[in-house]
């Protein structure tokens, strides 16, 4: 009998915002040198930034670690709203870009949440 183990690409809070992350980049891609450079550069690290987050956590050894950098990825999520928040804003995505992107931002807290009650459930130390 073979024991399974979970994998990052297994957690949901990670599938969302790497396919987010990826997303906001062809998008950023696309624009002018001044936005690209200044709202552009600033909301992908934050984007990217989540799931890097979620990935550095996953491969900590002890709970602390893992949950420490799971709360980091919160506070790239709400760094996150507020630069799509600005896009939006200075008419650099469309209301279907926009909509998108913070319903997917809006996943995530649950998500991650999710990810640190099972991390703190399920390992000893």
Excluded: C
Aim: zero cysteines; charged letters at 30%; proline letters at 2%.
């Amino acid at each position: 009998m073979s024991k399974n183990y979970l994998k990052l690409g297994d957690l949901n809070a990670y599938k969302i915002s790497l396919s987010l992350s990826n997303y906001v980049w062809d998008i950023v891609l696309k624009w002018d040198y001044f936005p690209r450079d200044t709202v552009g550069k600033q909301w992908v690290r934050s984007v990217d930034s989540i799931s890097a987050n979620i990935a550095e956590g996953f491969g900590r050894y002890t709970k602390k670690d893992k949950v420490n950098f799971y709360r980091y990825s919160f506070g790239s999520l709400k760094e996150s709203q507020d630069w799509t928040f600005k896009a939006k804003t200075r008419n650099l995505i469309d209301e279907k870009q926009y909509k998108y992107i913070s319903d997917e931002l809006e996943k995530l807290p649950k998500e991650i949440n999710h990810l640190i009650k099972f991390t703190n459930d399920k390992l000893k130390k």
